[in-house]
């Protein structure tokens, strides 16, 4: 609840928008999904700096003194919210300019909250991995640029338009790819709490070793557990996350013991090989049928 109400405050005082004219809009992202989001709605219009940079784990990454500068010279910032990306509230607060707006890309959107192993824990701020979430996202982010922008309104509404046709084709495909996986394989076994809304809006359960520090150790009582589940399921696939190498160390050694594969997830982040949120998209519902078909 206090995280929520910073960002309240935050977004408060630096809602007034300042329009600008006749140049492209200066732009900082957190993290490189919510960058692709920025550039497909502001297309040529914009120029989008991601904080944290692709392929970066966000859960250990460090604001710098550079990273304060290009904050300064933003004309408008995008964060997730949701307690993804508080670290913000540091920069805004001492490098960012008062008039400077910010987007909470995740706000009105419903938080899934999550028990694990008895213990309450912070909803997942992963809204992103479903579609739907992703184009509330682009809606935010629309309105957020006409704003700052007035003269170029129809430039980004028509884009954002043709954006979200176009996720909503993807999630036509996604469903009729994900319908080829028995409901019996619909098991999620991964590292940490990042595919709650993904399993939500497309049938899956998540059983997982963390929820809310990726780079910490799991119990032993965490590994027997999982031992145990994945002993009893059909498909002995885990999940890893590229950006998370302590995760994939031990998501290796548990498939070793069981007789599993281990299959690598996006969720947190693009790469030189994963480039946009669509292809991230496409790629993990190759990977989840490829996993559990």
Do not use: C
């Amino acid at each position: 609840m206090k995280k929520i109400l910073l960002w309240t405050i935050v977004a408060a005082l630096l809602s007034l928008t300042r329009p600008v004219y006749g140049r492209e809009l200066q732009v900082v992202t957190t993290f490189s999904i919510l960058e692709d989001l920025v550039q497909q709605v502001g297309g040529e219009r914009v120029q989008v700096t991601s904080l944290i940079a692709r392929g970066a784990d966000p859960h250990v990454w460090e604001p710098t003194p550079r990273d304060a500068r290009i904050v300064a010279q933003a004309d408008l910032l995008v964060a997730n919210g949701g307690g993804f990306d508080d670290w913000l509230l540091g920069l805004v607060k001492n490098a960012a300019r008062t008039d400077t707006p910010l987007v909470l890309a995740s706000q009105d959107l419903a938080v899934l909250e999550h028990d694990h192993d008895h213990h309450h824990h912070e909803g997942d701020p992963h809204f992103w991995l479903s579609v739907p979430n992703a184009i509330s996202y682009v809606e935010q982010i629309t309105k957020a640029l006409t704003l700052l922008s007035p003269d170029d309104a129809l430039y980004f509404q028509e884009r954002s338009r043709e954006y979200v046709q176009g996720l909503l084709e993807l999630e036509e495909w996604m469903i009729s790819e994900l319908a080829r996986i028995p409901k019996e394989n619909r098991v999620i076994v991964t590292y940490h709490n990042a595919f709650s809304y993904l399993a939500e809006r497309y049938g899956f359960d998540v059983a997982e070793f963390l929820v809310e520090n990726p780079e910490a150790e799991p119990s032993p009582r965490d590994l027997a557990r999982l031992v145990d589940l994945l002993k009893r399921m059909n498909t002995r696939a885990l999940f890893t996350e590229p950006q998370l190498s302590g995760g994939t160390r031990y998501m290796n050694a548990l498939a070793q013991e069981v007789g599993g594969k281990v299959y690598t997830l996006y969720s947190d982040s693009l790469s030189a090989d994963v480039t946009s949120y669509v292809e991230l998209m496409r790629y993990n519902t190759r990977t989840l049928v490829e996993a559990l078909e």
